[in-house]
């Protein structure tokens, strides 16, 4: 995961460089605190005792505490832009990543749990670079510094207890650490499961009350809040033991190299000033060793929480380009489906050898039962799959040859559950094509007849539809739908049982539109309601992913098949709820 992360930097590697040299300069600055503090002592004491305190010491002084801080705060000021940078294309990279995987990946995901895995990824992005360059870099570089110094001034043996203690520190940190880290995961396994459940639970907030689940729900929400609580009570208790063990090697390795101080003083060969250096230098070198658990805890953190965010990266796209794909060049919009064969699981296939055409400019209906593969056949032309056996060609390009954009931009859609953002009308309308003009989006809204509606709205345009555009009837959100595909203008149409989960008026009114957007474009049908479809050029009908039946309106009922039973059927549907109607009425 650091390998990955290293292109992101690259990109400011003169930022980095100087970054790494304000770092070098601050630790230089660090180590001649001690240095200087030396001289003032041994001039204060001894035999030669300085009547005076020598100014330029002093200022020395001053100036090396001063240039530490400075140069750290520099190399901060350098280093937030790399950091942030990276941090910004990664996130970029997952969020498109995430739009170019297929249907396939959406439908199965949470998205409690995998916006919660980007937030912490993301987080951990710059926890990791943060701790690698205003931390575990300057640390070690100190440790190197300190330890050849201490060889080079004194003797080996106080090298030799200092390279021990660090190498027992960092084994002792990096061991307990490993041991937390599985406690970690479980933590955020658990917060991310609490989160999904939820979210899941919030997004179906009518269904919980209808049925009167809000205790049900909390208790399961609670279930997952308990595991979280418990993983977090081992995962503090581990860290208590593992801040007591840093301390005792800590405190063990200053006591001798402070005792080998004091004897060299008693034996003459060292002086009261280079006691009070090895002091400052050790309180210098283990204050921020104190914190190395603390590094590599973030930094394990970090770790853990980006490998499920780039997890998501390493997900592959079912559908995607080829190699040089073109992009879809649409003349008149033709549709041919070319003995199609096509299954969501191998085990199981939906259609089978399904073949059909709809020429340029007419509409084409596709009528069947619940299951036998009608809206399938809409996500295959706009390629969220690709067909495992056949073609789908528009104007004879095969799907598989284009560019996936440029087939989405060609086609329009207006859906059965028409799913608004929780925004402004005027923005859920633009969405259909987001650089056009206010005049275009208004215009878009009257030919849908929404603009009357959106005018008496105390908002206007800047009216919010809510979560999923709650606060529209599904008449109104049908006629956003609407008007965002006029403002779309593509050539090719699909309604997808646009009107099914409408009242018989609404739908009514809502099929005037319909025909109106739909004239002298190729369109795709998918119908529940026959009697909106009996001015298709063809009907095809579809049983268990086979067409059994096709021809035009009059030509099937006189056929007196399974699309004339169908008919009947919604026929005494419709009179039976008439009755029920004057019944009540009366």
Known sequence: MIRRLLPYLWEYRGRVVLALAFLVT?????????????????????PKQMLAVPAALLAAYALLRLSSTVFNELRDVVFVKVA???????????????????????????????????????????????????SVLPTLLEISLVTGFLVYRFDVWFGVITIAALLVYIGLTFAISEWRTQHRRQMNE???????????SLLNYETVKYFGNESYEARRYDTNLAGYERAVVTSETSLGLLNAVQATVIATAV???????????????????????????????????????????????????????FKLLSENREVEDRPGAAPLAVKGGAIR???????????RRILHDVSFEVPAGRKVAVVGASGSGKSTLARLLFRFYDVDAGRITIDGQDLRDVKQASVRAAIGVVPQDTV?????????????????????????????????????????????VGERG??????????????????????????????????????????????????????????HRLSTIVDADEILVLDHGRIVERGSFRELLDADGRFAEMWRLQQEEGRAQDAAAAADAA
């Open 26 to 46: 601050a630790k230089l600055a660090n180590i001649g605190v001690p240095l200087v503090m030396k001289r003032i002592v041994d001039g204060l004491s001894g």
């Open 84 to 134: 942030q940078r990276a941090m910004r294309r990664i996130a970029l990279e997952v969020f498109h990543h995430l739009h170019a995987l297929s249907l396939r990946f959406h439908l199965e995901r949470q998205t409690g749990g995998l916006t919660r895995d980007i937030e912490r990824g993301t987080r951990g992005i710059s926890t990791l670079l943060s701790f690698m360059v205003f």
């Open 190 to 200: 658990l917060d991310s499961q609490a989160n999904t459940k939820a979210i899941d």
């Open 255 to 309: 006591a001798l190299l402070m005792w080998r101080a004091a004897e060299g003083i008693v034996a003459g060969n060292l002086t009261l000033g280079d006691l009070v250096m090895v002091n400052a230098l050790l309180i210098q070198l283990y204050i921020p060793l104190n914190f190395l658990g603390v590094m590599y805890r973030e930094i394990k953190q970090a770790l853990t929480d980006m490998e499920r965010m």
């Open 337 to 347: 489906f070319e003995h199609v064969d096509f299954g969501y699981d191998p085990e």
């Open 420 to 464: 608004l953002f929780n925004d402004t009308i005027y923005y859920n309308i633009a969405y259909g094509r987001p650089e056009a003009t206010r005049e275009q989006v208004e215009n878009a809204a009257r030919v849908a007849h929404i603009a009357d509606f959106i005018a008496r709205l105390p908002g206007g345009w800047e009216t919010t």
């Open 470 to 527: 709650l606060k529209l009837s599904g008449g109104e959100k049908q006629r956003v739908s609407i008007a965002r595909t006029v403002l779309k203008d593509p050539p090719i149409l699909v309604f997808d049982e646009a009107t099914s989960a409408l009242d018989s008026r609404t739908e009514k009114s809502i099929q005037a539109e319909l025909a109106e957007i739909s004239r002298d474009r190729t369109t795709l049908v998918i119908a």
